[in-house]
């Protein structure tokens, strides 16, 4: 079964520090990858996609993610966190059947920002 | 461009009542799916509809369904709400055909049962 997990529930980190999330698929194709956020009782929106090609991609208010097929990885990066990042963060999977109608997504990652 | 409308926002009912949740996908979208989100659970699949016919299902039983109009709107209905039917429900829309295609996503009903 497909499945994508989080491996951290919860992560703090100081305003202006570099921030990694974690994430870890297992498909049996390589799927489709994705980031979203989530603010307290909001929806989800997207930071980047993976589809193939390039495996480092840009995303919105400066997120990058790597996709590394060997460790079956798709880590979310930040090289400077602001306090307004302070939300929860989702990694999804979908089947490379061309369109990602059907997520499964991880447990999500809160991540708190100190001043 | 519109992004993805869901109502209402905050609802509450009681236990044995039904409930309809309706999503109107951007325009263009012809896929629409369904997630539930609990603190318990996390984010889980429901359901797709794209032109108007259910495409994925979920594991859900069958209290859960949903339709979809000739306008790619769609309605999720629960029936005999349970307590455990409690969540953030959210509605996704995606082109739905082609390649490489992403969902985006509504705010979300809030839905409470007492």
């Known amino acids: 079964a497909q499945s994508v997990t989080q491996p951290d529930i919860h992560i703090t980190v100081s305003e202006g520090a570099s921030l990694e999330l974690r994430c870890n698929y297992s498909?049996?194709?390589?799927?489709?990858l994705f980031w979203y956020v989530q603010s307290p009782g909001q929806g989800l929106q997207l930071l980047l996609k993976?589809?193939?090609?390039?495996?480092l991609v840009q995303g919105i208010k400066g997120f990058e993610a790597e996709f590394k097929r060997s460790q079956s990885s798709f880590n979310l990066r930040k090289p400077s966190v602001h306090w307004s990042d302070a939300a929860e963060y989702f990694c999804?999977?979908?089947?490379?059947?061309?369109?990602?109608?059907?997520?499964?997504f991880g447990t999500g990652t809160r991540l708190q920002v100190t001043l | 461009k519109a992004g993805v409308t869901q109502t209402p926002r905050y609802l509450i009912k009681t236990r044995g009542q039904q409930v309809t949740l309706s999503c109107s996908p951007i325009?263009?979208?012809?896929?629409v799916s369904w997630y539930q989100q609990t603190p318990g659970q996390g984010l889980q699949f429901l359901f797709e509809?794209?032109?108007?016919?259910?495409?994925n299902k979920g594991n859900f039983p069958g209290r859960f369904s949903g339709r979809q109009f000739s306008n790619s709107r769609s309605e999720m209905n629960v029936s005999t709400l349970e307590l455990g039917d409690s969540a953030l429900y959210l509605c996704?829309?995606?082109?739905?055909?082609?390649?490489?295609?992403?969902?985006?996503f509504g705010q979300g009903t809030r839905l409470t049962v007492v």
């Open positions: 999804a999977g979908a089947r490379n059947t061309g369109t990602a109608s059907k997520l499964t």
């Open positions: 509809y794209f032109s108007e016919t259910q495409r």
């Open positions: 996704a829309s995606s082109p739905g055909g082609g390649m490489n295609t992403e969902a985006f």
């Open positions: 993976y589809f193939s090609g390039d495996t």
């Open positions: 498909y049996g194709a390589t799927p489709y």
């Open positions: 325009s263009g979208h012809r896929s």
